[in-house]
Structures are given as C-alpha cells and as structure tokens.
C-alpha cells in the first residue's frame, strides 16, 4: 500500500537529515579527527543495518563504533600534543559524535519497528486477500483499483497486476456502470451514498464479455492521518445460486417432463381468473383432456415410449392456446386441462374441435386402443360465468362430468356440460 511506503520513506528522510546536519557541524568544525571519521563511517553503516532482519545488528555497529570512536580519540593523545588537542573543543567533538551515534541508533531502531509492524500488516493483509473465496478489491476516491486479491482472476478473469490501475467499472456490465460510478463522484458526501455499506444484486462484467449475477459490497474507509478515502467492494459470483433459484422457481410452476404448467400453477391461476372474471361477467370455460387407454400404451411399449407421448401431446395442447390468456396444464398422469378465460361455449368447442385433430394428425401409433389405431383423446368441456355463489370447483366437476360422457359414448370424442 502507497500509504504504507510513505510513513516508512518520512521516517527514513528525517534520519538522513539528522546524518547530513551531525556531518555538516563536523565539516563546520574542519577538525577531521579519527573520531569524526568513524562517526561519518558509522552513519553511512547505520542506514544500510536498517535493512538487516534485527536490531541486534544496529546496537552492534552502535557499540563498536563507541569504542572506537573513543579509541581513536585517546590514541590521539599521544601522537599529537596533548596541550593542543586536549581542549574542550575535542570533548564536545567527541561527545557529539558518540550523541549521534547513540540518537541515530535510537531513530534506527524505531524506523525499524515501524517497518517490521508495516511488514507484518502488509503480510497479514496479502493473507487475506489472498484466502478469500470472493474477489477483494481496494479502490481510490478517483475510482481507479489499486490492488485485488488472487480470487479477481478465478472470478472475472482478470490477473492482479492487469487490472491494478484500471477503473472499476471495467468490473460491471454496462448497465450498472454509471450508477456506480456516482460513488465516485468527488462532489458528493463520501459514504454517504446509498450504495456504500449494503449489498447489492448486480450483473458483473467477465474479462471474455460476458455478463453473469454478482453480489456486491462496496464500504468506505477514511484514513485521517493520510487525509485519503478508499473503498473495499467484495464481489461475489452468484450465477449457480441464481441459476437454481430460477430452476426451483421454474419446478413450482411447471411440470418436468412435459414443460407445460403444472397443478399447482393451474390451481393459483384460474383463482385469480375467476376473480377477474367474477368482476368483469365474463364466462370462463375449460377443457378436460384424457389420453384413451393410455396404461395400455404404456404396458405395450413401456413407460419411456409413454413418456415421450406425453411429451409431443403436450406441445400439440400449447399450440392450440393461441391468446396469451389461454394456458394448458396437466391435470394428472395423463390428463391435461385448457382454460380459455372470455371464452364461451361456442368459442370453447372450436378449441376442443382444433385439438382433437392436433392430436389425430400426431399419428401417434397405438397398438393397444380398443377406440383407434393411433393414440387419441377424449375431451369433457364446460363454461360458466364466475360468481361469488360458486367457486370455479363446480366447473371443474362439470367438465370432469362432460368427459366422463364421452370415454361412455366411446371415447375419441369431445362431449359439452350442459346444464
């Protein structure tokens, strides 16, 4: 991280001045004594021990520097007059050189553990980043990503060092990139958009041009020391949750096999027709469909051939549902049911008339029928106009009652309730 950099760089700047101002005092003072050139020696050392794993090092180079900074300066006594070069002058030269030996060791142990502490946070930091399962990505107040964590690549395609340095709405489909993007906007509140600190449903934008579901999160972090904003958005691939959701959701209203609507969806639906219908005084008819003799279909040929009848039955049926109010379902194994809403008797009976030769011209073999030598239907219609008097059951007795009419009358045939 750039803020991290920064407080290692000011603490290394200020050690390199305080060395430049004790050198300069030492020139200033043109009395290049033994002492002086160690100390200088020692500064130039210092730095480089500030890379060293342990500050045993540091205090080592402190140390024999010390001592021979002093060594040094006492061997001097005697190679040069001691009357000229025992002064206080000299003290004060070596105090000050010893002083910033000790001061610089200090600030080099503490630039030290600042950056070991950055380190450590920076390794603890990476760690996670790189356990996550989901996408982490740290994002700048201009919007541009500064660093992701290993899962980007598995989710979006995209390896680290690519998207570092791109804007993050390369991460979104287009319809979600403006509306994002106002997070972003430098003349807005800081978190206080509505989109910052919850999570969202959104549609992710794949490095091969797909779209695919994403769970987003973007929060806000203010670093006050560094006067900065960052944000952390965690995106989450959601694509198989959604793809069963609507799997599931699909299951509730259809039928697996056939791919028409199922019992349920007919229940919850002709309820809310007769509701409609009630209010409107409109009449409401249905169809009652049974395949003729179909155990014996399936005796015959077997349960996977009987199968496949249903299959091609029930695409006949939807063709036949010709309004987008019009809807087929199955009724049972091999019962299926039509509910034609604002439709009458006569409308009704043109309908049954277009099914029953659907079916006819399947020529659909059926060894077995004792009605036809190809598979057939016989069909039980009713209508009636919804009333609070009545519920839409009695209709369905009703055409239950028509059917049960004509398989009596021979089957392969369509009988009308009449009251």
């Keep these: 991280m750039d803020y991290l950099d920064f407080i290692t760089r000011r603490h290394i700047i200020f050690t390199l001045l305080n060395c430049s101002v004790m050198l300069l005092i030492f020139v200033a003072d043109l009395q290049f004594t033994t002492e002086m050139y160690i100390g200088v020696l020692y500064l130039v050392v210092i730095m480089l021990s500030l890379w060293l794993p342990s500050n045993r090092y540091t205090i080592f180079f402190a ?21 000229n070069y025992i002064n206080v002058t000299s003290f004060i030269n070596l105090g000050m050189t010893i002083s910033a030996i000790w001061i610089t060791t200090i600030i080099a142990i503490y630039i030290k553990s600042i950056s070991t502490a950055l380190k450590k946070s920076e390794t603890i930091y990476k760690a ?35 998207i570092n340095g791109k804007r993050f709405d390369k991460l979104l489909a287009r319809d ?13 509140n800081k978190g206080s958009s509505n989109l910052v600190g919850t999570t969202h449903e959104i549609q992710g934008h ?23 904003t960052l944000y952390t958005a965690v995106l989450r691939d959601i694509s198989l949750r959604k793809a069963t959701e609507e799997k599931m959701s699909w299951l509730s209203t259809h039928d697996e096999l056939t791919k028409i609507y199922n019992r349920r969806y007919f229940n919850e639906q002709i309820d809310r027709e007769w509701i409609r219908l009630q209010r409107a005084q409109d009449p409401l008819s249905v169809i009652i469909i049974d395949v003729d003799y179909f155990k014996n279909y399936n005796d015959y040929l077997g349960h996977q051939t009987g199968d496949a009848c249903l299959k091609m039955l029930a695409s006949s049926l939807q063709k036949c549902c010709r309004r987008s109010t019009d809807f087929v379902a199955r009724f049972g194994g ?21 099914i029953h030769e659907g079916v006819h011209n399947l020529s659909i073999p059926h060894p077995s029928s004792k009605c036809s030598k190809k598979v057939s239907v016989s069909l039980g219609i009713a209508t009636m106009v919804p009333s609070a008097a009545c519920s839409y059951e009695r209709l369905i007795r009703f ?14 045939r369509f009988w009308i309730h009449e009251d």
């Design 176 to 188: 979600f990139k403006d509306k994002y993007n106002l997070i972003f906007d430098s003349n807005l």
């Design 206 to 228: 794949h490095r091969m041009k797909r779209d695919f579901h994403c769970e987003l999160s973007i929060n806000y972090i203010y670093i006050p020391e560094l006067d900065k």
């Design 128 to 162: 996670i980043l790189a356990a996550s399962i989901d996408p982490i990505v740290i994002i700048n107040q201009s919007g541009i990503i500064e660093s992701a964590s290993e899962a980007i690549e598995r989710t979006f395609g995209w390896v680290q060092d690519e």
């Design 63 to 83: 140390l024999i520097s010390t001592v021979l900074t002093c060594t040094g300066y006492f061997l001097s006594i005697y190679k040069i007059n001691i009357q």
């Design 334 to 354: 091999e019962e299926f049911i039509v509910v034609l809403p604002s439709t009458d008797l006569n409308g009704a009976r043109k309908v049954a008339n277009v």
């Design 399 to 412: 055409a239950d009652q028509a059917l049960y009419k004509a398989k009596e009358a021979g089957r392969d």
